[in-house]
């Protein structure tokens, strides 16, 4: 079995794009992580979704517990208003993770075995195609792969 068999189309946004509609994407879809390109369609960044959190939080709150305990819930800025002034780059965490990928020949264990040594749930499947810059196909998510090894209910 290779990526190709694992492989499902999988919802990207552009690093120019809104981070307003990325995040309802992520919603939406319940998706483990947002797929993130580049201008040239490449893949650029794979987000986890608690990842995305942090920066919908005051600043306070990510340093001080305690401060994060007594704060109330009810004060917090509508999340979705601060993400409209932002782009998907602006968003994103400083220490974006670039996917791993692979093409549609690779094998379930290597496959597996990135997901592993990347703490990513997901590996983006790209297609070459001679000289050109491959194009990305799809992805193959922790969840697909977990049916793989350990089989589906």
């Known amino acids: 079995m290779s990526a190709r068999d694992l492989a499902e189309p999988y919802p990207c946004v552009g690093v120019d794009d809104d981070a307003r509609g990325a995040a309802c994407l992520l919603v939406e879809r319940r998706l483990p992580a947002l797929l993130v390109v580049d201008r040239a369609g490449w893949p650029y960044a794979a987000v986890a979704g608690p990842q995305l959190i942090g920066p919908l939080l005051p600043a306070e709150a990510l340093t001080d517990p ?68 491959p194009r990305l196909v799809g992805a193959d998510t922790a969840a697909r792969m977990s049916e793989r090894l350990v089989g589906g209910t």
């Open 66 to 133: 305690e401060y994060a305990a007594g704060f109330d819930d009810r004060v917090l800025d509508d999340p979705l208003e601060r993400l409209a002034r932002l782009t998907v780059a602006q968003w994103l965490p400083r220490h974006r993770v670039r996917p791993p990928a692979v093409t549609l020949e690779a094998r379930v264990t290597h496959v597996a075995a990135l997901m592993a040594r990347t703490h990513t749930p997901l590996v983006a499947v790209v297609e070459r195609h001679g000289d050109r810059r």
